[in-house]
Structure formats: structure tokens, C-alpha cells
């Protein structure tokens, strides 16, 4: 997790390092962290609080007095929700469905869940993948076997408790939890690249965007 919070972090500044950079930027790049995510999220700075929704309502009054312009910055907002992913161990390779085995050295992963455990759509998925696209970027996407429990990311929680697209991604690993987590530094790299360009990026993209629904 502490990876994530480097490379959002250091991602952030650097998309934002010249001068010329905000020029036609029609959003606000934010990073939020939240605490108590391992224990359910349920407090007054976890993500199931009112944190985000304040956060986002206090930004868009400094913008003028427009009672409707937290809705519409809300439909127009979209979350990466990055956690971190389970990499094919090679002693546990039944634990992956076949062709869905995140590979350390391979770049970010996007999350998939039938049950919403991830907040994933084909619609953010898709905005993920170009953006990777376009830079020649690695991606690969996990969908948790039907049949395994799988515990939940902050993704779904914000995203239907504020109303924010959302994808879930994260960098592939193996021994989560463990006193010795382990990724690859081409990981590293891959993830801090393509934070920086969907920061750089994501407001063109989604200007182009037309959703049937």
C-alpha cells in the first residue's frame, strides 16, 4: 500500500511541473488517502465517512455560488482506486483463472468483480487502458474466480457512497500481507508512468467520450 501512496504521490507533482502544464486543465488533480482500509473503513477518516463527499463540496463552493456544481463535478469526477494485486505465485497457480494471471514486471492491474467487491465497469476500464495505450504503457486485468472470496477495496465504498466513476487497479505482488511483500521495480516505474499521464490526460479523454446508457 505505502507503494501507491508514493507513486500517486509523486506522480501528481510532477504532472503538474511546468508551467505550462494546467494550462487547458478543466479538472482538479486531487490524491485522497484514507485510513482504517484493512478494518472495514467505517470511521470518521475512513472511507466509508462523509470525508470525501465534504472534501468535494468545499472545493467546488470555492468556485462560485452554483448549488448544482457538486452534482455536476461529481458526474464529471473519476476515481482510481489503487490498492495493490496478487501476482501468480508459482506454488498457488490454481488460485488464478487461466487467462487472468497478473504477472510481476507486467504493469498495473485492473481489478475485476462480478460482486462488486472492485468497482470496475467497461467504461473505466476502458479510460484505463487507453490512457496506457497511447503511452505503451503495460496493463493486465484479474477477475477473481467465481467461486473464491475476495475482500473489497475502498473503490466500491466511494463509489456508491459519493457517485464517482471508479476503477480499480493496483500493482501486481506476491505475500500481501505478509512481513515481506515483494514487487518488481519495472512495477514501480509502470505504475508512476501511468499515473502521471492519466493525470496529464484524463480530462481530454473523457471530453471525447460518448456513453450509450
Known amino acids: 500500500m505505502l507503494l501507491t501512496l508514493w507513486f500517486q504521490f509523486q506522480a501528481l507533482i510532477d504532472s503538474t511541473s511546468s508551467e505550462s502544464s494546467l494550462e487547458d486543465e478543466t479538472g482538479v488533480r486531487l490524491v485522497a488517502l484514507f485510513d482504517h482500509e484493512?478494518?472495514?473503513?467505517?470511521?470518521?477518516?475512513?472511507?466509508?465517512?462523509?470525508?470525501?463527499?465534504?472534501?468535494?463540496?468545499?472545493?467546488?463552493?470555492?468556485?462560485?455560488?452554483?448549488?448544482?456544481?457538486?452534482?455536476?463535478?461529481?458526474?464529471?469526477?473519476?476515481l482510481v482506486s489503487a490498492d495493490m494485486a496478487h501476482a501468480l505465485h508459482p506454488n498457488y497457480m490454481d488460485k488464478h483463472e487461466d487467462n487472468h494471471q497478473p504477472k510481476m514486471h507486467g504493469g498495473l492491474v485492473i481489478k475485476h468483480n462480478a460482486n462488486q467487491r472492485y468497482a470496475t465497469n467497461a467504461v473505466t476500464s476502458f479510460i484505463f487502458k487507453e490512457i496506457a495505450a497511447k503511452?505503451?504503457?503495460?496493463?493486465?486485468?484479474?477477475?477473481?474466480?467465481?467461486?473464491?472470496?475476495?475482500?473489497?477495496?475502498?473503490?466500491?465504498?466511494?463509489?456508491?457512497?459519493?457517485?464517482?466513476?471508479?476503477?480499480?487497479?493496483?500493482?501486481?505482488?506476491?505475500?500481501?500481507?505478509?512481513?515481506?511483500?515483494?514487487?518488481?521495480?519495472?512495477?514501480?516505474?509502470?505504475?508512476?508512468?501511468?499515473?502521471?499521464?492519466?493525470?496529464?490526460?484524463?480530462?481530454?479523454?473523457?471530453?471525447?467520450?460518448?456513453?450509450?446508457?
Open 135 to 213: 503511452h505503451n504503457l503495460p496493463v493486465q486485468e484479474f477477475v477473481v474466480r467465481n467461486y473464491m472470496p475476495c475482500g473489497p477495496t475502498i473503490g466500491p465504498i466511494l463509489a456508491s457512497g459519493v457517485g464517482i466513476r471508479t476503477v480499480d487497479v493496483g500493482a501486481p505482488q506476491l505475500s500481501m500481507h505478509s512481513i515481506r511483500e515483494m514487487c518488481a521495480i519495472d512495477d514501480v516505474m509502470h505504475s508512476y508512468e501511468h499515473f502521471k499521464a492519466y493525470f496529464q490526460e484524463f480530462s481530454h479523454l473523457d471530453a471525447k467520450m460518448t456513453v450509450d446508457v
Open 38 to 78: 484493512e478494518v472495514g473503513s467505517n470511521s470518521a477518516q475512513g472511507a466509508g465517512s462523509p470525508v470525501m463527499l465534504d472534501s468535494l463540496s468545499r472545493i467546488t463552493d470555492s468556485f462560485g455560488p452554483d448549488s448544482k456544481l457538486l452534482e455536476k463535478a461529481i458526474q464529471r469526477s473519476f
